[in-house]
DNA sequence: TTGTAGTTGTTAAATTTTTCACAAATTTAA
DNA sequence: TTAAATTTGTGAAAAATTTAACAACTACAA
């Protein structure tokens, strides 16, 4: 099968909460053209991503909103919970803690860890925080699919190689470094100053920025 | 001039930062190669991004760290101090006033505002907590460049008017919603819950993920 | 039932982005 | 001083992505 691009999957991502927000306003069908809209694309862009994967819509009709929102849950794997790890709770980790969007999409934080002494032991919103040199033993333990990592970069990559030890495929980095995984791993990296980074790009350069 | 495309600002953003680690090692020259092997790119792209923007290096020995760093600083807008508010200071809004790599970049968060009667005129990190009514007359005066919005999503679309008004460029949405700016302001939105969709995505489809 | 308007799914075209390939320039060694 | 080894900068080729166009199908009105 054809391999899909990131920004397919990103636009994906896009589609779905906008179906989940015409879902709870009770709109049943929705078209290419309208979802486009919204998102500001175009409805060949919306039908070319979904081609991707099947067929979904009504010719001369549109999409069931339901569905479509429903399938789309399918392909990005939202349609079912994970169990989510998080290693460090400053001040980041913290508020990836109470993120609201993340159990809204199925993504329940179950572990979390700390090398804090004053913070083991504590619970944090509903959980006790682990020693984080348990890390490797419960994590094996407790089935875990994806692990946050929120530490100071010092420490990225030892922890890094001690969840990939404990054999979990998904990680999502907020540490600012680079970290390094075997093959069939998978990480994704955030570094929120990148962000203000292309603001301040666009404020330096109007003319050339690309919208 | 050509138009930038996001992934070369992407890019120059993730050079920036690698030529960052290597000036504090002492190293100081660099080849498109070495570049590229640190950041799992290809030489040729390395030296492409760069070429939009002038020439940088010497042929036969590569780039003088620092001087490439600070083009392309320079190129990025980060050889500059911003000034930066931040509208809500809940669980992301707190994290983000902490966030060491903002000032690292020249990012400095100069005012921050909430509507929580309890959190005004408190000091957060040393920073007074403003009413959020107060938000258009005290951007006005304080000559701030960025805006962040850490608000819930039910009020963000308001907050960004009122940011729009007192006339502020530029954006960044952490919201989970979509918010309208008119021409001229830019805006850029993150979402946390849409990374781990790329991990679920991923894991549920091993085979076609593209790298 | 027929005709019209609307919308999808998909092939083809256009555009954008990435990679390739190499001349030009520089360094280093002899 | 010359030759060999590097490495940049860039035009051209290749690959990927987006957009356009349209046949096929559906809904709905007359």
Request: proline share 2%.
């Amino acid at each position: 099968m054809k391999r899909i691009s990131l920004s397919t999957i990103y636009r994906l991502s896009i589609y779905h909460r906008s179906l989940q927000r015409r879902e709870e306003r009770g709109i049943q069908t929705i078209s290419s053209k309208e979802l486009a809209r919204e998102e500001k694309l175009t409805p060949a862009q919306v039908r070319k991503d979904l081609s991707f994967f099947g067929s979904f819509g009504t010719r001369g009709l549109g999409y069931s909103v339901k569905q479509l929102k429903d399938n789309i849950a399918g392909i990005l794997g939202i349609n079912r919970q994970w169990n989510v790890a998080l290693v460090g709770v400053g001040n980041v980790g913290s508020s990836l803690v109470s993120y609201k969007e993340f159990p809204k999409q199925g993504f329940n934080i179950k572990l979390i860890f700390d090398n804090d002494q004053r913070k083991i032991n504590k619970y944090h919103k509903e959980i006790l925080v682990s020693d984080a040199r348990e890390l490797k033993t419960k994590l094996k333990e407790s089935s875990i699919d994806i692990v946050i990592i929120a530490v100071p970069a010092s420490v990225a990559q030892e922890v890094v190689n001690q969840v990939v030890e404990a054999g979990v495929k998904a990680i999502l980095n907020f540490a600012p470094t680079n970290v390094v995984v075997p093959e069939g791993v998978i990480i994704r990296s955030v570094n929120m100053a990148i962000e203000l980074e292309h603001l301040s790009f666009a404020l330096v350069n109007k003319s050339l920025f690309k919208a």
